[in-house]
């Protein structure tokens, strides 16, 4: 009471900031979708949990809820969901280290051989970083600030949680913490000591990070004072002086009998070092770190949560020492070092689940109309959507002011070389003239081929796809059936003299499709349209782009047999498909640009940003079968775009990967894995192999072996993740 005899408040301090979010976000019906059930020991594959869909025809299901789940996604969107499947007061350990680093963005290393490559960050990640610090401190506590709140429900009634920050921005969390979990159920502030060497002059050397331990109900809080990993031996000296009590209280005595304590609130543990824990990620957090937490605060089947959990520390500490959990991080990178950490050491099965497709699935619950959205993506991509087709859109030939060239220039022995350039004319004399470096040595004869794009990323593009080998062949193959777009001799004889007349542009009109987000496109759906585009319109047209959110299981497996001369009955000519086709991917963060698309003016400004990347191709051997055994293999892995970003650097790390790859194209694969009896649905992965973590540059084996224990017919299916984060996967049947 003050002296007016009025009740003052206590404790009512609270952080504000300007965009401070006035409403607690609420749980959202979003379906998780299952990318994978990894099952990396064999001997528990047995342990997956069955629930009965439905016990009249007995069709059983995974029972998710019973199983350790790695969600790749934003953690928000992740948290609303488990919210909604009844995650309410379950969770008894969560640990959360967000990045507070603002230099640290989301760009990658990786090690191929002796070189570095850096993979450049994804569109989802690039959207989280900007969330995230593009307004300073308070973008910072936009962000952390609903998702602490919903932390806060997640938290089982004897729960704690343990956030993990630094100077940055620890003192304002904190604040919001006491707001949040109630400044009652504070228990500590962890100081991580991390000595090591430092040259700071003008202050003292940084240290330490901070960790705040809140607890959900102060009553019925669980720690474990006899957890031998919060345990600590006495310093020699103590111990000493113990064997002669005086100077110590009775209880202080009886404790000193034993010969550890508990830590105090500074621990002192040592960055990773070591090559067996190291992952090859930035913000790797040590084991023993999480080990002291996990082991103190909660018990042997507890459920242990870490929704920024990055290179997977949390959880892979968590499965060794019989915890259930869930991990969710955003960048698909920490996904794969996460699972590559959990499939090393034997974990039992666990999920890995998809929330990236939330865009999607925001598109129908935002009531946005299916052919609206398919005709803005089809803007994006620069092409104008049909009048009578929904899904249809025409691309024209750039503007001629314009345009970039990709060339194919026959040598005189009898090379190709390939290139691209914004000045044909140029170019073209240049090589006559030996300047081109690569021409030097080798005579051109002519430019076999030439086509225009709008822009220099698309030509960059197809240039990287013609020197594939797919591409190589294609030149090859259309040059004898004379279809290729060739610059006359008579104007290559010309161009030794000074020419001006570039070639006329002839860049052929692409038929564009775009599908649908609840569907994925079919091989049988692309030749329909295959077919048709070789007619439609008149003229026809000579390229179809497919733009697809998924794409059916064995989909390059299936088109390639489809296109055949000949197949299913149709009786076709190998000149009856003339359309080259291409197949592209919606990219999965497309509902933020369909939000920003509101006028033309916005399509035009976004449609220089979106990128349509094409699929990567998947081709396996033909299985061997002896007896009861099968080996498959992996005949082919193509990436047809790398994501290394742009300038003079990236370009040079895109020659060498081309070159590197041109060899073998296995050291493209991060990860592959074999679900042996795939039942068209869940992909469970019961053998995998690695690249190693990063730490050992191993290339995986592109080959397996397995025996059936009985005889009949199966369906193998393999995915393939690459070093980039994109998958692929494919199926064959065999009979046993
Ligand atoms: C400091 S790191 C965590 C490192 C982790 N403790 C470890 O030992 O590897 C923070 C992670 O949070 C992820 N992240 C950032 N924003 C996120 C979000 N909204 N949802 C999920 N993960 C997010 C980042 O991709 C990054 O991997």
Redesign the pocket.
């Known amino acids: 009471m003050n002296n007016n005899g009025i009740h003052r408040k206590k404790d009512s301090a609270r952080i504000v900031w300007d965009s401070k979010p006035r409403r607690a976000p609420n749980p959202k019906d979003i379906e998780f979708q299952t990318a994978e059930v990894v099952i990396p020991n064999p001997e528990t594959a047995g342990q997956l949990p069955m629930s009965f869909r439905d016990t009249l025809i007995g069709e059983e299901e995974l029972d998710k809820q019973k199983m350790n789940r790695l969600i790749w ?4 969107l ?1 948290m609303q969901a488990l919210l909604n499947q009844g995650y309410e007061g379950k969770i008894n350990l969560i ?1 959360i ?5 603002s230099k ?1 963005d ?1 760009s990658h290393k990786i090690k191929l051989g002796e070189t570095e490559f850096t993979k450049e960050p994804s569109v989802i ?1 690039r959207l ?1 970083y900007k ?2 610090w593009a307004g300073g401190t308070d973008s910072y506590l936009d ?1 952390l600030y609903p ?1 602490l709140q919903l932390m806060k429900r997640l938290l089982a009634p004897d729960g704690s949680i343990y956030v ?1 920050l630094d100077w940055h921005v620890g003192h304002y969390v904190k604040v919001m913490m006491d707001e949040i979990f109630g400044k009652d159920n504070f228990r500590n502030e962890i100081v991580w000591h991390y000595p090591s060497m430092s040259v700071t002059k003008s202050f003292f050397p940084r240290k330490h990070d901070t960790i705040f331990r809140y607890v959900r109900s102060n009553e019925r809080a669980y720690f474990n004072p006899e957890s031998e990993f919060a345990r600590e031996k006495y310093a020699e000296g103590t111990i000493e002086r113990s064997k002669y009590p005086a100077g110590f209280n009775s209880d202080e005595a009886e404790y000193l009998k034993r010969d550890t304590k508990l830590s105090d609130d500074v621990w002192t543990i040592g960055h990773v070092k070591s090559s067996k824990e190291l ?1 090859n ?1 930035d ?3 040590p084991q023993k770190l ?1 080990l002291r937490m996990i082991d103190s605060s909660s018990k042997e089947g507890d459920l242990v949560a ?9 959880i892979a500490v968590a499965e060794k020492f019989n915890r259930r959990w869930i991990g ?4 698909k990178v ?1 996904i794969q ?1 996460a699972r590559g950490r959990l499939v090393e050491q034997k974990s039992k099965p666990f999920l890995v689940e998809n929330i990236g497709n939330y865009q999607r699935e925001m598109i129908y619950l935002g009531g946005v109309r299916i052919y609206e959205m398919q005709k803005i993506i089809l803007k994006l991509y620069g092409a104008e959507p049909m009048a009578n087709r929904k899904d249809l859109g025409v691309r024209l030939p750039a503007p001629r002011h314009q345009n970039y060239f990709v060339y194919a220039i026959r040598c005189d022995n009898d090379s190709i070389y390939i290139g691209q350039t914004a000045d044909l004319s140029r170019r073209w004399q240049e090589h006559c003239e030996g300047k081109a470096r690569w021409t030097a040595a080798h005579k051109p004869i002519e430019i076999i081929h030439h086509e225009e794009f709008a822009t220099r990323a698309e030509a960059e593009e197809r240039e990287r796809w013609l020197k594939t080998g797919f591409g190589r062949k294609w030149i090859k193959r259309e040059l004898k059936a004379g279809r290729l777009k060739s610059w006359n001799q008579s104007m290559a004889r010309r161009a030794g003299q000074n020419i001006d007349g570039i070639p006329a542009p002839q860049a052929g009109r692409e038929l564009v499709y775009c599908g649908y987000p609840d569907r994925a496109v079919a091989a049988h759906k692309v030749e329909d349209l295959a077919i048709e585009a070789t007619t439609l319109d008149g003229a026809g047209y000579k390229r179809l782009v497919i733009l697809a959110w998924d794409y059916e299981y064995n989909y390059d497996e299936l088109l390639q047999t489809r296109l055949r001369p000949g197949y299913g009955g149709r009786a076709r000519k190998a000149s009856d498909i003339k359309t080259e086709i291409i197949s592209r991917q919606i990219p999965p963060d497309i509902y933020e640009y369909l939000k920003q698309a509101k006028s033309k003016e916005d399509i035009e400004r976004l449609s220089d940003k979106v990128k349509f990347l094409e699929k990567p191709y998947l081709k396996l051997k033909k299985p061997e079968v002896k007896g009861n055994s099968v080996t498959i293999g992996i005949e082919k892995y193509v990436l047809y775009d790398f994501p290394l970003g742009s300038g003079k650097k990236a370009d040079e790390d895109r020659e060498a990967l081309l070159h590197l790859v041109k060899d073998n194209f296995a050291i493209l694969i991060d990860y592959w894995a074999v679900d042996w009896d795939y039942d068209g649905l869940t992909f469970k992965s019961q053998w995998q192999d690695l690249r190693g973590l990063g730490r050992k540059t191993k290339v995986v084996t592109t080959k397996k072996e397995h025996t059936f224990e009985k005889t009949g017919k199966y369906m193998i299916a393999v995915r393939v993740v690459d070093i980039f984060g994109n998958d692929a996967t494919a199926t064959i049947d065999i009979k046993i």
């Open positions: 996604g934003d953690n928000l992740a640990y280290d967000p990045p507070f680093d640290a989301y990640e989280a969330d995230t962000m998702r993990h992952v990620y913000t790797q957090k999480l870490d929704f920024f959990s990055g290179s997977g520390t949390t969710c991080e955003l960048g920490g070092v």
